[in-house]
């Protein structure tokens, strides 16, 4: 099968990138839908058996005139999609090429403790790991990216991340759009020389330390991308995958459209909606209908901008939370008949109750002295079990965020619910199966929580820089 081959590091054509440190960085010029936008070839799971994968260095053509040197796990980006059915086993070897440790983790998923990709499970350089694991959840989109100790942002940011979608009976029933109609969307912003390099921390902006801020839109690893459409309805699975921006996403051209999955599955209806806050590691799925659009149409995905979510002063050079920008254009340039559906019910989501559960944790977010980002005032220890929760229990954490900027907090192995929050905005993602949660400054959220697997897992930040630093930790799940 296709998934067999990948291409070695050696085997990658050699070239020198023009060292760019100490001088003043010039930056790239990006002339925004020009390139259309690039889609992940998938790997099925209902037809191979078995897939490999190899963290290596690559060099691509993010840019048509230049090639950028990146990281990759076949050779190329964007990495390629997982694609399973609930009750198949998943089954890869991943080997890694890189010269430093690293692991891949399954987001969203519920798997095995031994399986998950907890950092101090790390694999050597060169070195195999034999990923095996059934898929047994609700349908959604998820996704992988690596998760070495305190180089997490880096490696994201150089391109090691993807779709993973889960499927299932209940949602085929649906007849929700699918095949061309289904487009995954994975965003993030970067920052690239005027050589098409790829650069991270930039030293003269400290704040990188809080978060690394580009201003190139890269959907899908293609900057600013246009995608021909057809006039009917699509599913949009949005990802942020970006390092520490929150996007605020709208249409110029469609007023409103149907949120109707969030990280962890579909929603019990769609619900219509303006516009939606994604913060990092966040999954929207939507539907999207361009019938009303005639042949030559444009549409445009857009960041309508979200101060709220941090007044941490930012560096000039770089656009800020609150900037407005666009991401991507959709052309309307072919009629079609659409046989798909967007049923007013989707699912059945049972209810958690604050009544069912066994205790309420307190989690604080706040920065320590030395501008340390934690959890509960520690630093994170890789060997350290902050918590310790009885497996099949029910609990509620309540998320505390004392400090001015918002944190995207996530849990390993498992889904939860929003119980309530204290805050003034809305978010209508609030109403789904979670697993990222964005907790705005000074605000208290609270979620519930079934533990449903044994094992170590980790809870953090998903700010990259914020998880990279401190801003983690362990739970314990004991039978
Ligand atoms: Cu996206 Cu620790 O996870
Ligand atoms: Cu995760
Ligand atoms: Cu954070």
């Given at each position: 099968s296709g998934c067999e081959e990948h291409t070695p590091q050696e085997e990658q054509p050699k070239q020198k990138v023009a060292s760019s440190e100490k001088k003043d960085i010039k930056r790239t010029e990006t002339k925004p839908f020009t390139q259309e936008l690039k889609i992940p070839e998938e790997i099925s799971f209902s037809k191979t058996k078995k897939a490999k994968f190899s963290s290596q260095k690559s060099l691509v053509q993010i840019y048509t005139d230049k090639p950028t040197e990146v990281l990759t796990f076949r050779g190329m980006l964007p990495n390629p999609t997982i694609r399973i059915k609930r009750g198949e086993n998943f089954d890869l070897e991943f080997t890694n090429r890189l010269p430093q440790p690293t692991i891949i983790h399954w987001h969203g998923l519920i798997v095995p403790s031994v399986m998950d990709g907890h950092p101090k499970d790390v694999i050597p350089a060169n070195k195999t790991k034999h990923y095996h694991y059934k898929?047994?959840?609700?349908?959604?989109?998820?996704?992988?990216?690596?998760?070495?100790?305190?180089?997490?942002?880096?490696?994201?940011?150089?391109?090691?991340?993807?779709?993973?979608?889960?499927?299932?009976?209940?949602?085929?029933?649906?007849?929700?759009?699918?095949?061309?109609?289904?487009?995954?969307?994975?965003?993030?912003?970067?920052?690239?020389?005027?050589?098409?390099?790829?650069?991270?921390?930039?030293?003269?902006?400290?704040?990188?330390?809080?978060?690394?801020?580009?201003?190139?839109?890269?959907?899908?690893?293609?900057?600013?991308?246009?995608?021909?459409?057809?006039?009917?309805?699509?599913?949009?699975?949005?990802?942020?995958?970006?390092?520490?921006?929150?996007?605020?996403?709208?249409?110029?051209?469609?007023?409103?459209?149907?949120?109707?999955?969030?990280?962890?599955?579909?929603?019990?209806?769609?619900?219509?909606?303006?516009?939606?806050i994604v913060s990092v590691a966040e999954r929207i799925d939507i539907v999207i209908d361009?019938?009303?659009?005639?042949?030559?149409?444009?549409?445009?995905?857009?960041?309508?901008?979200?101060?709220?979510?941090?007044?941490?002063?930012?560096?000039?050079?770089?656009?800020?939370?609150?900037?407005?920008?666009?991401?991507?254009?959709?052309?309307?340039?072919?009629?079609a008949e659409d046989t798909s559906s967007l049923p007013a019910k989707l699912v059945h989501i049972p209810r958690m109750k604050a009544s069912e559960a066994v205790r309420t944790r307190t989690i604080t977010m706040e920065m320590i002295a030395g501008g340390l980002w934690t959890l509960n005032r520690k630093p994170y220890d890789m060997y350290r079990i902050d918590e310790r929760v009885k497996l099949g229990t029910t609990e509620i954490w309540e998320l505390k965020n004392s400090v001015h900027m918002g944190h995207p907090f996530h849990m390993h192995g498992v889904r939860f619910q929003v119980l309530d929050r204290s805050g003034k905005i809305d978010f209508p993602t609030d109403k789904g199966w979670k697993d990222t949660v964005l907790v705005m400054p000074f605000e208290t959220v609270r979620i519930i929580v079934k533990f449903t697997m044994p094992g170590l897992f980790l809870y953090h930040c998903h700010i990259l820089e914020h998880e990279d630093q401190a801003m983690m930790a362990n739970f314990f799940v004991e039978r």
């Open positions: 898929v047994d959840q609700s349908a959604g989109t998820f996704w992988y990216h690596t998760h070495p100790h305190a180089r997490t942002g880096k490696e994201i940011y150089h391109g090691l991340s993807g779709f993973y979608i889960i499927e299932d009976d209940e949602e085929k029933r649906l007849n929700l759009p699918s095949g061309e109609f289904d487009l995954p969307l994975s965003i993030q912003d970067r920052r690239f020389d005027e050589n098409r390099k790829l650069f991270y921390k930039d030293k003269e902006v400290p704040q990188d330390n809080n978060g690394v801020l580009g201003d190139v839109i890269l959907v899908n690893a293609t900057p600013f991308p246009y995608k021909n459409v057809k006039n009917r309805k699509y599913r949009l699975r949005i990802l942020n995958s970006s390092s520490v921006r929150t996007y605020n996403l709208a249409f110029d051209g469609i007023e409103e459209f149907a949120l109707i999955a969030t990280d962890a599955g579909l929603l019990e209806a769609p619900l219509m909606v303006k516009n939606v361009f019938k009303d659009k005639r042949i030559g149409d444009t549409v445009t995905l857009k960041n309508l901008g979200f101060k709220e979510v941090s007044n941490l002063k930012l560096h000039p050079k770089y656009p800020d939370f609150d900037a407005k920008m666009d991401i991507m254009q959709f052309h309307i340039s072919e009629k």
